[in-house]
């Protein structure tokens, strides 16, 4: 990974002599995307490892193919270097010729922002954006160059060999779509599922309606906001949840002095990102209101999801594209062993409630996200 650190460094370097002219496709595979499939244990001069212009099946071209074992397995579509990869027909495009060949996963870049769709999955053409790394230094919010290549490292020879993609993708889409039935059982339970959970809890005498109510209770306790979707038939008692669709929150003034009027939702903050980055947030969103669902409540801001108890924020959540950014009110000095991942924001800008920050882009970093959260918590609330 040394070597593709040193890559994104050296494009970041040159970044500002390459833009003044313009990079149109060519150089900008040149200059930028080769050397980074390098990195990346593609010897792009290989026909072996890798396939410029692949003919597919269909008679149609893709930039790269890259191999394994004498087959294809991903196949990278590349743009200008100032593209802004948002036409849905290129998007399209590649997932066709992608799904046209019987391969999972495609990617659409600029060299600098790279986005990486699973093809196969049941959805939109853009829904099926499993995560996008951007290497751009002048993003709002840029990440590390070693954090960028952790990230794009899943797209590494070494990492698809193993299988890590795949798994991820899978468990990641499956997830999603497991909860989202989940959630049509419990919010509006059938019958069928109201008298099993009366037989297994061995009382038939408990009214079918307390049943629906507890479990629509259950759910929205662990489920995103702690409140039920707008189909729903009734709502959960006991839950504390600010702005939900529909309703226009009156904010309080920030620190900034600036007082925020508008209608957000979770829709606002999580549209058009990544999947895994909506099921990153969304397991942080339940293990906030796992805490106390009694207590708990969500507020949504322009720029950040609020957690709050007794009107007192104690996380903050940023959806960014490669990942979230999460602010709680620790002191740096004080939390033990704190991840690399973390740092003191104290005397640096920032969107959230609290000065110690937490920069999120995988599941594998939870038990430590987590671990803080909760020590936010007890420190505020408890």
Known sequence: MDKLIAVIENIRSNLDSWRKPGLSETPTRTVVIDPLLEGLGWEVRDPRNVRLEYVTCAKKKVDYALFLNGKPVIFIEAKPLDDELGDVKAIQQIIAYTTGEGLTWCVLTNGLVWKVYKSNENLKAPDKLMFEVSLNPLDAEPLEASEAAWLLWRLSKTEVEKGTLDVLGENTFTDAKVRKGVEAVLVNPPRQLVNLVKTAIEDKTLPNKKVVESLRRIWAAGNIGGALPPNAKGSPQGQ?????????????????????????????????????????????????????????????????????????????????QSGLRVWLHLKFAEVKNPPGFARDVSEIGHWGSGDFEVRVSELAQLADVTRLIRQSFDKRCV
């Open 240 to 320: 504390k949840t600010i702005s939900q669709e529909g309703f226009t929150p009156k904010r309080e003034t920030s620190k900034r002095g600036k007082r925020v009027i508008g209608d957000y939702s979770e829709v606002f903050h999580t549209s058009g990102k990544p999947q895994e980055i909506i099921e990153l947030y969304r397991s942080i969103d339940r293990f906030c209101f796992s805490l106390d669902a009694a207590t708990v409540g969500k507020e949504y801001a322009a720029k950040t999801i609020n957690y709050l108890c007794d009107g007192k924020a104690f996380c903050s959540v940023h959806v960014l």
